[in-house]
């Protein structure tokens, strides 16, 4: 690596510089900068929104496939209580939930899973008539 020139050091780790006092010859640091003490521009909070609105596609695509897995379950647990003539009320109401908290996703493929399950879960729901 070439360098091909050295900056001196300014502001708080720039070395004391000598000043001519009236009477003295004393050393004295180069004066401190101001400090920095307004809010946080817009364009921080800007950034900042745009990171958190940034997501990893990855971890977007695991939090559908948890979210695909949890129906299924809820329909496999709910095939159980119907089989053995349990009373389905729990399993019902978390489907139903599920169906309020689905969201949009990006990713055409999961989508089109996500709508396999969501059309299963509103089928079952009508058979149950807990579905309008």
Do not use: C, Y
């Not at 119907?82 to 309020?100: F, K, Q, Y």
């Amino acid at each position: 690596m070439r360098v091909a020139s050295i900056q001196p050091l300014t502001g708080p780790l720039a070395a004391p510089t000598r000043v001519k006092a009236p009477s003295l010859d004393v050393e004295q640091p180069a004066p401190m900068p101001p400090k920095m003490t307004a809010a946080p521009t817009a364009t921080t909070i800007e950034m900042l929104v745009a990171m958190a609105a940034d997501t990893d596609p990855r971890a977007e695509r695991e939090k559908m496939t948890r979210k695909g897995t949890q129906a299924l379950d809820l329909l496999d647990r709910l095939n159980g209580k119907l089989m053995t003539g349990g009373n389905p009320a729990d399993e019902l109401d978390a489907l139903s939930h599920w169906l309020e908290t689905a969201g949009d996703m990006p990713d055409p493929q999961i989508r089109h899973l996500m709508d396999e399950i969501e059309l299963r879960i509103r089928v079952e729901l009508a058979k149950q008539q807990r579905f309008g």
